[in-house]
């Protein structure tokens, strides 16, 4: 489920402005290197928040493609022709871990501190939450060193929290971004979230499952 916290940093960051569309493409705001070639120039906010990004590269030591049963725990996936950002969805957490960085660099702040001002501490959620990286998932930013969360617990890494905070965030978005008398998130940001995008990943908004088809 850390990857319906990220995306809620998405939509945070989209209503504070920081991003002006969800469509831009994210080499339009980040220059550390990761969107400089011309496939890779093309994923947008949206396409990362869908997992539809195709972004090719490698991050904390893992590469995009996924393939093998040391990268990707139960089962094999097999080499496959990378396909035009936008266009294929895949299930894949080397490329949000890509995306959870991306979003670090434009706060300029850990994103579990984000989440605990901006979310967490509005909600009354306990201490007890954790949103843990990577060992080797830092980099430097203004002079500091700071810890680029994952979008999964893949790996080791990720979102460690009880049911009942985990349920606090849930009501949260039941009632539409809205906690006692506080707007935390916009209603727009949580409609566009929970809404299905058609035949590419029907299943899936932005980082929410949705069931829509029923079938789990």
Do not use: C
Request: glycine residues 10%.
């Amino acid at each position: 489920m850390a990857k319906s916290f990220l995306s809620t940093i998405l939509g945070l960051t989209i209503d504070r402005g920081m991003i002006q569309s969800i469509n831009d493409p994210v080499a339009k705001y980040i220059k550390d290197g990761g969107y400089s070639s011309e496939h890779n120039g093309k994923v947008t906010w949206e396409h990362h928040s869908r997992q539809t990004s195709e972004w090719e590269g490698e991050l904390w030591g893992k590469k995009y493609d996924f393939i093998g049963k040391e990268a990707f725990g139960r089962g094999e996936r097999k080499p496959r022709e990378l396909q035009e950002p936008g266009s294929f969805y895949e299930y894949n957490d080397v490329r949000i871990n890509r995306f959870a960085l991306s979003l670090l660099r434009l706060w300029e702040k850990p994103l579990p501190e984000v989440l605990e001002d901006e979310i967490m501490d509005p909600i009354d959620a306990s201490e007890t939450w954790r949103w843990v990286p990577y060992r080797n998932s830092i980099v430097e930013i203004n002079g500091k060193q700071m810890p680029s969360v994952s979008g999964g617990t893949r790996w080791g890494g990720g979102l460690w929290i009880s049911a009942r905070d985990e349920a606090r965030f849930g009501y949260l978005f039941l009632r539409n971004g809205r906690w006692k008398d506080k707007q935390l998130i916009s209603e727009q940001w949580v409609k566009e979230a929970t809404t299905s995008r058609g035949t590419v990943g029907p299943d899936y908004g932005y980082l929410w499952w949705l069931n829509t088809e029923g079938k789990a």
